[in-house]
T-cell receptor
Framework: GQSLEQPSEVTAVEGAIVQINCTYQ??????LSWYQQHDGGAPTFLSY????GLEETGRFSSFLSRSDSYGYLLLQELQMKDSASYFC???????????FGGGTRVLVKP | DGGITQSPKYLFRKEGQNVTLSCEQN?????MYWYRQDPGQGLRLIYY???????QKGDIAEGYSVSREKKESFPLTVTSAQKNPTAFYLC????????????FGSGTRLTVV
């Protein structure tokens, strides 16, 4: 099976940097994805890492180390609108199921 | 604009009743999925379908049923056998040919009264 672990909550102030760690276990690896979900809303895709290293998309970056079964999402220049839950997720083979971690709630304070 | 439409947004059900949640997509995606989300928790897979007329159980399929008669539609029925159906239900789709970029609908919040 697949499992993912991430911290339950992180609090930071506007303009700060937050790192959300994710460790995973899986028998077959097809990449690590990150999603953002605002309260009551739909999850939206943020990033995907198939290979080791850092992927940068604007203020958000995602990192993967396959040898450590570890990844993180880096949120820079935090804004109030970044207050949301962030999920790491393991895709199966193409077209197969997506397994989610429990989510990290990020609270941005003024 | 292409996307996934879930209806209704809010649904109330009496205990012992079956209820069907609608999910329609116009993205021409082959694969569709149903997830359940409980407060403060992650998403758990109920059922998924990779092609029309075929679907597989996810991690928490007991008490649920689905059909996939059309590519665009993947309705979920919550049966009276589901012991704790109150939750937020999310439908998603993907091309089935890559491992990222799943698109989600806006969800249906089901409450048993």
């Amino acid at each position: 099976g697949q499992s993912l672990e991430q911290p339950s909550e992180v609090t930071a102030v506007e303009g700060a940097i937050v790192q959300i760690n994710c460790t995973y276990q899986t028998s077959g690896f097809y990449g690590l994805s990150w999603y953002q979900q605002h309260d009551g809303g739909a999850p939206t895709f943020l990033s995907y890492n198939a290979l080791d290293g850092l992927e940068e998309t604007g203020r958000f970056s995602s990192f993967l180390s396959r040898s450590d079964s570890y990844g993180y999402l880096l949120l820079q220049e935090l804004q109030m609108k970044d207050s949301a839950s962030y999920f790491c997720a393991l895709p199966g083979a193409a077209g197969n199921k997506l397994t989610f971690g429990g989510g990290t709630r990020v609270l941005v304070k003024p | 604009d292409g996307g996934i439409t879930q209806s209704p947004k809010y649904l109330f059900r009496k205990e012992g009743q079956n209820v069907t949640l609608s999910c329609e997509q116009n993205l021409n995606h082959d694969a569709m999925y149903w997830y359940r989300q409980d407060p403060g928790q992650g998403l758990r897979l109920i059922y998924y379908s990779q092609i029309v007329n075929d679907f597989q159980k996810g991690d928490i399929a007991e008490g649920y049923s689905v059909s996939r008669e059309k590519k665009e539609s993947f309705p979920l029925t919550v049966t009276s056998a589901q012991k704790n159906p109150t939750a937020f239900y999310l439908c998603a789709s993907s091309t089935g040919r890559d491992n990222y970029g799943y698109t989600f609908g806006s969800g249906t919040r089901l409450t048993v009264v």
